[in-house]
C-alpha cells in the first residue's frame, strides 16, 4: 500500500515515463556496455539523470536500427525523413531504458530469462515477434512460428560454425538483429508489467469525473487539413539576410560548438599470464579426472567448457573440422568406449575428449513432416492415410499440414544429419528421426505440435561417434591508450 500511496504522489512523472517506455519499442539494449576509451563530456551523446551515453554507443544502436529497417521493410534506400525518425526513436528507447530501468528496479519489477523464453516460443508469443515481417507468411499474412524455429535454429551458435565464410557472416547479422528483439521483448513485457501497475494506481477522483461528463456533453465539427512544411516548395518563402541573422541573435546558444581534439591512440596487446595459462589447464585437467570417474558428461562439460554439450552420434569427419582438436579425432577413432584422452594443446587450446559410445547408423535422412494441432481428432486417420505411400502422405501434408512451407512441398524437409535434426527443433524431434523405419510413418507428440514423420530414404550406414568435448581458449585482449591529444 506504501508504494501505491508513492505511486500515486507522482502520477504526472509516472505517465510521462509510461510515454517515453511504450515509444522504445524499436530497438533493445543491443550495445549496452559502450566504449570507456573517450572519458571526456566532448564524446557524449546522451546524459540520463547522471548516466552518460556515448557517442559511438549511440551511433552503433543507430546503425543497428537501420539494418533492421531494411531488413524488414526491403527499403536498402532511406530517406533523410526516414533517418532522423529512426534516430528520434533510438534516442526516445535510449532515455526510455534509463528511466524505466531505475524505477523498475526500485519497484522490484523484472522479467526473467524464462519468460522471455515463453514469450518466444511458449502459447502467448510476444507482439514484437508476432508483428515482424521476419515471421509472417507471405501468403497469408499470418505468423508463422514454424518459419521462426527454423530462424531460431538457422542461427544458433553451433549450427553459424558449420557455414561457409559468407554465410557466417549472414548469419551472425542475422543473430545480432534477434538479440536486439530479445531486449525488445524483455522491455516490451516489463513496460506492460510496469504499466499495470500504474494503472492499479491511479483513480479519478470526484471532480476529475465531473469534469470528463461535462467535456462529453459537448461537441463540435471541425475541419482540419495540413501539410508538412518540408513538403512546401522553397518558393513560397523568402528569408532576408536581416532575418537570419535575427534568427542567429536571438538563438546563438543552439550555434555553439565544442573545441575540436586530434586523438592518436595505441593499442597494446595484452598475452595471457603464465597464471592465467596455468589456471587454464588445471580447469581442464580437472574436467579430464572427472570424465574418467564418470562424473555426467554434459555436466563437466557445462562446468569447464568454452562449448556447449551435444549429445548425438555423428561421423568421424564432423570432427575432422577447425572446431575439433584433429589430434584428439585421430585418437577417439582408434579407441573403446569410455576412453578419455590426455589434455592436449593446440592452437593457444587446451582440450580434452571422451568417447561416449559408438554405433554403425544412415549418416543422413530424407524426411518429410506433416504438423497438426495438439489434441486434434482427425490425427489418428490423417496417420493412417499417411502410411498409404509417398504420394499419400505428401497429400495429406499438403491438405492439412500447418508447416505451410514444408506442406505445400509434399512434407518434404530434406536431407538431415543427427546434428541438423537436433538443431531444427528439438531432441525429440531428432531422436524420432533416426528412430524410425526408412519407409514407415511415425508420430509423436512435442511443445510445438503433434508430428508425423516419414524417413523416405537414408544414406549407407557409417561408424559414428557419440563424443564429450571439452575445450578452453586462452585470449588474447586489445588494450587502447590516449598517448598524446591535441587542438
Known amino acids: 500500500m506504501a508504494t501505491l500511496e508513492k505511486i500515486r504522489n507522482r502520477a504526472g ?20 556496455q559502450g566504449t570507456t576509451l573517450f572519458r571526456d563530456s566532448q564524446m557524449n551523446a546522451i546524459v540520463v539523470d547522471g548516466e552518460v551515453v ?34 528520434n526513436q ?27 523464453f515463453d514469450l518466444v516460443q511458449g502459447d502467448f508469443i510476444s507482439p514484437v515477434v508476432m508483428n515482424s515481417p521476419l515471421f509472417v507468411d507471405g501468403q497469408t499474412g499470418v505468423f508463422d512460428k514454424v518459419a521462426l524455429l527454423n530462424f531460431l535454429k538457422g542461427i544458433d551458435p553451433k549450427q553459424i560454425n558449420s557455414y561457409g565464410p559468407a554465410e557466417r557472416d549472414q548469419a551472425l547479422e542475422l543473430r545480432n538483429i534477434w538479440i536486439a528483439m ?46 508538412a512544411a518540408m513538403t512546401a516548395p522553397d518558393s513560397i518563402a523568402t528569408v532576408t539576410d536581416a532575418a537570419l541573422k535575427a534568427f542567429y541573435d536571438g538563438h546563438k546558444e543552439a550555434f555553439k560548438t565544442d573545441e575540436g581534439r586530434t586523438v592518436d591512440v595505441v593499442y597494446a596487446t595484452i598475452a595471457p599470464s603464465q597464471a592465467d595459462i596455468d589456471a587454464t589447464f588445471q580447469d581442464v585437467e580437472t574436467a579430464r579426472r572427472e570424465l574418467i570417474e ?24 564432423f570432427f575432422r573440422n577447425a572446431f575439433f582438436n584433429s589430434t584428439l579425432a585421430d585418437e577417439l577413432a582408434a579407441a573403446e568406449p569410455g576412453h578419455v584422452t590426455d589434455v592436449n594443446f593446440s592452437d593457444n587450446t587446451y582440450s580434452v575428449a571422451k568417447l561416449l559410445g559408438t554405433k554403425v547408423a544412415p549418416d543422413s535422412l530424407l524426411v518429410r513432416h506433416i504438423l497438426l494441432q495438439p489434441g486434434d481428432a482427425a490425427i489418428d486417420s490423417l496417420f493412417n492415410a499417411a502410411k498409404g505411400g509417398i504420394e499419400a502422405f505428401s497429400n495429406v501434408a499438403v491438405n492439412h499440414s500447418l508447416d505451410n512451407r514444408s506442406g505445400a512441398n509434399g512434407g518434404e524437409l530434406g536431407w538431415f544429419t543427427e546434428f541438423s535434426a537436433g538443431r531444427f527443433i528439438s531432441p525429440e524431434f531428432r531422436d524420432a528421426i533416426f528412430s524410425a523405419t526408412v519407409g514407415t510413418p511415425v508420430k509423436f507428440t512435442s511443445q510445438y505440435g503433434a508430428h508425423i514423420l516419414l524417413v523416405e530414404k537414408a544414406t549407407a550406414p557409417v561408424k559414428k561417434y557419440n563424443v564429450a568435448y571439452v575445450t578452453k581458449k586462452l585470449l588474447q585482449v586489445r588494450e587502447p591508450s590516449v598517448i598524446s591529444t591535441t587542438k
Not at 559511438?56 to 526491403?74: D, I, K, P, T
Not at 564418470?294 to 568421424?316: C, H, K, M, R, T
Open 13 to 32: 512523472l509516472l505517465v510521462i515515463i509510461i510515454g517515453l517506455a511504450l515509444l522504445a519499442f524499436l530497438m533493445g539494449d543491443f550495445l549496452r
Open 54 to 87: 556515448k557517442i559511438n554507443e549511440y551511433e552503433a544502436r543507430v546503425n543497428q536500427a537501420q539494418e533492421l529497417y531494411r531488413m524488414q521493410s526491403g527499403n536498402n534506400n532511406l530517406s533523410d525523413v526516414e533517418m532522423n525518425q529512426l534516430r
Open 90 to 116: 533510438v534516442y526516445t528507447s535510449i532515455v526510455s531504458e534509463h528511466v524505466l530501468d531505475a524505477k523498475t528496479k526500485q519497484l522490484g519489477i523484472s522479467v526473467s530469462p524464462a519468460e522471455v
Open 182 to 227: 530479445e531486449n525488445n521483448i524483455h522491455d516490451f513485457r516489463l513496460n506492460e508489467k510496469y504499466t499495470n501497475l500504474i494503472s492499479k494506481a491511479m483513480v479519478a477522483n470526484k471532480l476529475e469525473i465531473e469534469d470528463y461528463v461535462a467535456a462529453g456533453r459537448t461537441t463540435a465539427d471541425l475541419a482540419l487539413v495540413s501539410r
Open 294 to 317: 564418470g562424473v555426467n558428461a554434459n555436466d563437466v562439460i557445462s562446468e569447464f567448457s568454452d562449448e556447449q554439450a551435444f549429445d548425438a552420434y555423428l561421423p568421424l569427419s
